[in-house]
């Protein structure tokens, strides 16, 4: 091949639109790219939480310029810096990212995929420590069927829901009282017994409710099964 057609074809290339330099260029900027990800994964698993943080950070930065905030892979960053958040114990300083990452991760995902789960589990944490519990009650709903879903540890789902209950009493939601009773008293009877304190002390809340409510059918079938000595007046 001659010199005239070697420059033909390289001058064809920058008609079409192909830099040779800003390929280079691009290249060498992916590889940046993947290098602060895998930095910040390996800072991460090294337990050198300021330095995951700093160099996901970085990776976040360029993948939404390079990308887009819905985009998987700045998602997948986001969820990373999350659990470096969480381990680092800055939930607060990073309350915005918390939600920000779960947010986006629902809406691009869905309620049930692992991303979604992971910045779920964190931003139930900062709803928690943060006292916003109108906030909370829907995460640990979600939180209930995640781990009904997947793994169905019922002592872990019987916690959830008596978390649940306390916080339908401290936001006074009382019509959701009842039906989360029964569920503990259910899951206790199935977990603990039904010969235990745990599962007497759930029967008896459950026939209190139900006095206050005034289903009084209810009250009067709950402790006469179980022998309970209440008084509904």
């Not at 050198?48 to 905030?69: F, M, N, Y």
């Not at 569920?183 to 007497?200: H, N, P, R």
Request: charged content about 25%; some cysteine; hydrophobic content about 40%.
């Amino acid at each position: 091949m001659n010199l005239r057609v070697i420059f033909g074809s390289i001058f064809c290339l920058f008609v079409i639109g192909f830099n040779p330099i800003r390929a280079l260029t691009e290249a060498d900027s992916i590889s940046k790219f993947e290098s602060l990800i895998l930095d910040s994964e390996n800072a991460y698993k090294a337990g050198k939480w300021t330095q995951s943080i700093a160099l996901g950070e970085s990776a976040l930065k360029v993948c939404h310029l390079r990308l887009s905030v819905t985009n998987p892979r700045c998602i997948y960053i986001m969820k990373n810096n999350s659990l470096a958040y969480e381990q680092a114990g800055e939930l607060i300083e990073h309350a915005d990212e918390i939600e920000r990452a779960y947010r986006v991760s629902l809406l691009q995902f869905g309620p049930f995929h692992h991303f979604t789960n992971k910045t779920r589990e964190i931003f139930y944490q900062l709803t928690v420590k943060q006292k916003r519990y109108s906030e909370t009650i829907p995460i640990v709903i979600a939180l209930i069927h995640q781990e009904r879903t997947n793994a169905n540890d019922k002592q872990e789902i019987l916690n959830k829901f008596i978390e649940l209950h306390a916080l339908y009493k401290i936001t006074d939601q009382v019509q959701y009282e009842v039906p989360t009773l029964e569920s503990i008293a259910t899951l206790t009877k199935q977990v603990i017994g039904t010969e235990t304190d745990e599962y007497k002390q759930a029967t008896i809340a459950l026939a209190e409710c139900y006095c206050r409510q005034k289903d009084y059918t209810k009250f009067d079938i709950l402790i006469s099964r179980y022998s309970l000595d209440i008084n509904c007046d």
